[in-house]
């Protein structure tokens, strides 16, 4: 079996673009461990060849792949007119049997050698296809199905196409460190700066025994999803049991939420720092829910000692959750256990904290040497999630 897989944005990235490929190959190399495929890289093109057992594997990892804008099953044969005519007719009577009832064929010849020109090279097949199947009707503008044709090395021939997930081949932009929480936004959050090329650690915060063991498990399995996208992901958990006692008995209630979301930011830029990540990536949502306003998230922000990206800052609910649907993060998402916010949130909290009330309240609760303790003590999970080698 062949694959021809298409490269994204990197081809617009000039002299860097030899660079993107590398990575991209990598990465692809990476994902496809296990397989049996190997990989030849040529003008601007990748072509995977696999044995048929392991085609539920190499689809899977072109599914995960950040960097690509398409990939198709190919057929690949001599560069012969008559047999590339009747490559064309297979592939058409395969995309008629899928239910394309209109066509038309593109072809591109990076081969100047080869004797027909794309133009009479798209009419013999157009022709061809019409006389072997006489309801598949030819239409230039708003065909069912393009089949394309690519004389190169070899002669290539494809119909449907599958889109890749676009964006910029991961690793390309360093490391980030996700606040990764039970819920919907953040594995979203984080599947989405994997596209702009991040890498992804992980942070987890828990308040083991008010939070239970399903909560941790619930968040390892989404890291586990979120893994091959990233290229592998360390996931930090952390104990911050200590602390939210702390708020509690320390701070007045409606400050407990603004007060732990500062105390995260600064254990996660101490994790950041520690494991060479460039950012830190929350799934905030603005006005989402109380503790998300300007005004408090400017509060979390100022114990963060790196960027914070938020890629879901203007996003509503709706969307995020068909992309956490569509990257296969809903399901465990929504499974009913309570990670440490949802336990100790207060009943009315501040809507608007002031920074400077935020800061005196944070300074007297002295939570330096509980964060400390409770990075000390962390727990780390690495993960890679591997696909299946057979169907
Ligand atoms: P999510 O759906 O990601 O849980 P949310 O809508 O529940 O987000 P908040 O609870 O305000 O919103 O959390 C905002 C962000 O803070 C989360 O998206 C996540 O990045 C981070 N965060 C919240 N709680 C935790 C936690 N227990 N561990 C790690 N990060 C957290
Ligand atoms: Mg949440």
Redesign the pocket.
Known sequence: MTYLVKLGELSLKGGNKAGFEKILARNLVALLKGSGASIVSHDGRFYIHCEDYAVNHVENALSHLAGITGWAQARKCEKEINTVLAACVDEASLCFEQGARSFKVESRRTDKSFPLRSYALNCQAGDAICKTFPSFKVDVHHPDVIIRVEIREKAFIYGYEKKGLRGLPVGSAGRGL????????????GFLMTLRGMSLNA????AYPYTSDEANRK?IKLAEILSPFSLGLKLFMLN?ADIERRIQEKAPASWA?VLL?MA?MEASSILARRNKCKAL?????LS??A??TSENIYCAQSRASFPVFRP?IGTDKEDITKKAIAIGTYET?ILPFQ????LFSPQHPVLHASIPQARELYESLDLAPLISEAIKNKEVHKLFRRFEASK
């Open positions: 996700l606040l990764l929480s039970g819920g919907i936004d953040s594995p979203v959050a942070v987890y915060f828990h968040v911050f939420t979301r995260m990536i929350t799934g905030e949502s989402q829910v503790s998300q879901l998402s990670d440490c916010c949802a």
